[in-house]
């Protein structure tokens, strides 16, 4: 069975520039949620998509956006990028996204604004 | 607010257990998590824990609750080297099932 998968892997973007992170769920995992990690703030959550609707935000301004498409992948979309949204992008895939459900992680993609 | 605590390095010599440590204040919290994430690697989930349960055992790990105190701990028995990353501990509030993580805690290895 096929773990989360994450793309691309790495990226390095200018300032003002906008950028699509992609997130591939475990076949039959509806849920999908992302997370943002950086030294300083550790792990934080940006939103959670369930059955292509946004079911989650956490509180990230509106640059930040996403959304799942009907198989179940998700996208995420940065805009107008700034140098402290360098960051490594974590998605969390799980059957539905309720508590005692196990949440299986991508290996995440490095976003590094300059 | 929702916030999550826990020290940001710990060291152990192999063989010895490690207790790695967790504050939480959201009370109406459902569930609580322990992730271990290796270098380059994503999350990975060990362990979690109902909130009206009060320990729970897998093999070389134990996670002990203190609900009234906010208070969860992993203890990892006879440690090794593989054992040598960051572990997160996160909880799951029950009113909107967003999972808050604390900053992890960097567990090193001494020989």
């Given at each position: 069975k096929a773990g989360v998968t994450q793309t691309p892997r790495y990226l390095i973007k200018t300032r003002g520039q906008q950028v699509t992170l992609s997130c591939s769920p475990i076949s039959g995992h509806r849920s999908v949620s992302w997370y943002q990690q950086t030294p300083g703030q550790g792990l934080q959550f940006l939103f959670e998509y369930f059955s292509e609707t946004q079911r989650n935000k956490g509180n990230f301004p509106g640059r930040f956006s996403g959304r799942q498409f009907s198989n179940s992948r998700s996208e995420m979309n940065v805009s107008t990028l700034e140098l402290g949204d360098s960051a490594l992008y974590l998605c969390a895939s799980s059957l539905?996204?309720?508590?005692?459900t196990e949440a299986f992680f991508g290996q995440g993609t490095r976003l590094t604004v300059v | 607010g929702e916030d999550v605590e826990q020290s940001l390095f710990l060291s152990v010599r192999e063989g010895d257990s490690s207790v790695i440590n967790c504050t939480y204040?959201?009370?109406?919290?459902t569930y609580l998590y322990w992730y271990k994430q290796e270098p380059g690697a994503g999350l990975q989930l060990l362990t979690y824990i109902f909130s009206n349960m009060d320990m729970k055992q897998d093999q070389r790990l134990t996670v002990l609750l203190n609900k009234k105190d906010k208070h969860l701990s992993l203890r990892i028995a006879?440690?090794?080297?593989?054992?040598s990353a960051i572990y997160f501990c996160a909880e799951r509030a029950e009113r909107d099932d967003k999972i808050i993580f604390g900053k992890g805690t960097r567990l090193h290895i001494l020989p």
């Open positions: 539905d996204g309720q508590g005692g | 204040t959201d009370s109406s919290s006879d440690t090794q080297t593989g054992d």
